[in-house]
């Protein structure tokens, strides 16, 4: 919780004045604070976002501020403890409450409800849940949240034919039955990462296109420049699709792979059915090669 708080905290005030942030560096710094407070008793050791926010108000840029907050404190904690010791636990919340309300960006809600529903409905959950129940649920729910929804959005990403000289706006065609890139050939994308949970939509996907083509297909292209992970589910479907694409005589090639991607591949032992000749570096490479292929009138190998 302490570092999941601190380093929103550090990255959100240092990105207001453009900032770099070395969240490593953070870890560090908590860490030594932690263990001298826990050698100490003393109380644990956090960024803490309504202090950040009273500097930020002071205008405090530098470690003077810091230090000069903590010589009051110590002055405060050695002089003047009796002072303090009748405040009504409710003025301290009264303070800490004005503070935190300048720490909500009503404004940065609205625009995330504009521009991405489902992550804006996760910061609402979080922020209602943090303050009903505290810090550190909220925090673990906003996790789980985050990674339900990344899940929803992998498991059907969006797939595209490519169509090289098209228009732009008319490149990349939504993959439908009947969509191609040209006659015989199919340059199909898949915008993420292949795993369990979208394997079976992709060969899905896939096997549809190839039946559905207006024209037999001899070479079918995959753009993997949106692809940067295979699991082993997923490997496994993609070795099923190639006995399908084999069983049909069409040819099978890779664009735009980056090396972690076929050092993958090659651990499945999917690299010597897909050797380097049929790896290509650009669209343009692999339409040229089809396009060959397609000239000389020999059958596509399988």
């Known amino acids: ?41 003393a109380f644990v050791v956090n960024g803490s976002p309504t202090k950040t926010q009273i500097l930020e108000e002071q205008k405090g840029r530098t470690q003077v501020a810091n230090a000069t907050m903590a010589g009051v404190v110590l002055v405060v904690v050695l002089f003047a403890t009796a002072v303090l ?6 003025v301290l919340a009264a303070i800490v409450f ?3 309300i300048d720490l909500v960006d009503v404004k940065g809600v609205r625009r995330l409800f504009l521009r991405r529903r489902s992550e804006a409905l996760i910061a609402v959950i979080t922020a209602v849940v943090v303050c009903v129940i505290g810090v550190e649920q909220g925090i673990v729910l906003a996790v789980i949240l985050s990674a339900i929804d990344l899940i929803r959005r992998q498991y059907a990403p969006h797939d595209y034919i490519v169509r090289p000289g ?13 969509a191609q890139t040209e006659p015989g050939l199919v340059v199909f994308r898949f915008d993420a990462p292949l795993f369990y949970a979208n394997a079976n939509r ?7 296109i190839v039946e559905k083509a207006p024209d037999p297909v001899r070479w ?32 099978f090639g890779l664009v735009r792979a980056d090396p972690a991607l076929l050092t993958t591949l090659d651990h499945y032992g999917l690299s010597e ?16 090669a089809f396009r060959r292929d397609t000239a000389s009138g020999e059958p596509a190998p399988t």
Do not use: C, K, W
Request: without cysteine; hydrophobic residues 45%; aromatic residues 6%.
């Open 220 to 251: 079918l292209v995959l753009d993997a420049g949106a692809i940067p992970d295979v699991d082993y589910s997923a490997g496994v479907s993609l070795a099923g699709l190639l006995d399908y694409l084999s069983s049909r005589r069409v040819h």
């Open 202 to 208: 992709f060969v899905d996907d896939v096997q549809l």
């Open 166 to 178: 098209a228009p732009p706006d008319r490149m990349y065609t939504r993959a439908v039955a009947g």
């Open 85 to 90: 010791a009748d405040m009504p636990t409710s």
């Open 98 to 100: 004005l503070i935190g």
């Open 273 to 288: 059915r897909v050797p380097p000749s049929d790896r290509f570096d650009s669209l343009h490479e692999a339409i040229d």
């Open 1 to 41: 919780m302490i570092i999941a708080q601190s380093a929103a905290t550090s990255r959100s005030f240092a990105m207001r004045h453009g900032d770099r942030v070395d969240v490593n560096r953070d870890i560090l710094g908590l860490s030594f604070a932690n263990l001298a407070a826990g050698l100490s008793g």
